[in-house]
């Protein structure tokens, strides 16, 4: 059997500048990504337009996400080419739920099916898993079969469904206990 190529995908912090502004060359490359995702969009209707995402948009909804205390985005780069993005929030608004969130992982549409999300979604594990958490929780979109598969596929089970916070979509919640490097 041959060996299977698996990308060499690094993470890097998004930094913003002094003045709290993302740098003019990561949110063209942020803005890109993110528009190359139209089908994803049009899904979650995050943006009014998904096939028009613009970078004033993206850098809205980055400072949004960077509003909340515990959130950290997480660009993953391959070989300097910014290949997918990764939110994590380490500690829930909601004091009962225990587990950090993946709130979005994102890869550029251009580069599906070539393992960048398989790694992408490793290394956010190995992340925190390193930070010394037990377990990870993210929300699937009901109406996001491919994205249900792909999580599904990594190991992930439902636990639960309801309502997103912010726009009140149905999800359905999935869980991936984090016992050792790379579970899945």
């Known amino acids: 059997m041959a060996a299977r190529y698996v990308a060499p995908v690094f993470l890097d912090p998004l930094r913003l500048s002094p003045d709290g502004d993302l740098p003019g060359p990561v949110l063209t490359e942020v803005t890109a990504l993110y528009a190359s995702n139209h089908a994803f969009h049009a899904l979650s209707g995050d943006f009014p337009d998904p096939y028009g995402i ?9 400072a949004r996400e960077l509003s909340e205390p515990h959130t950290e985005v997480l660009l993953a780069r391959d070989a300097g080419v ?7 929030l380490a500690v829930h608004p909601d004091p009962a739920d225990p587990d950090p969130w993946i709130g979005l992982l994102m890869v550029d549409a251009s580069l599906h099916g070539r393992g ?4 992408l979604a490793a290394l956010v594990e190995d992340r925190l898993r390193a930070a010394g958490h037990t377990a990870v929780r993210l929300a ?35 869980r991936k206990p984090l016992t050792g ?4």
Do not use: K, M, Y
């Open 116 to 119: 960048h999300g398989r790694r």
């Open 181 to 184: 490097p790379d579970s899945a």
């Open 54 to 62: 613009r970078p004033e948009q993206v850098a809205a909804e980055l």
């Open 140 to 174: 699937v979109l009901e109406d996001n079969a491919p994205g249900l598969a792909f999580w599904t596929a990594l190991g992930w089970t439902e636990i639960d469904r309801r309502r997103d916070r912010d726009l009140g979509r149905p999800c359905r919640v999935l």
């Open 82 to 88: 910014l290949v997918g993005i990764a939110v994590t």
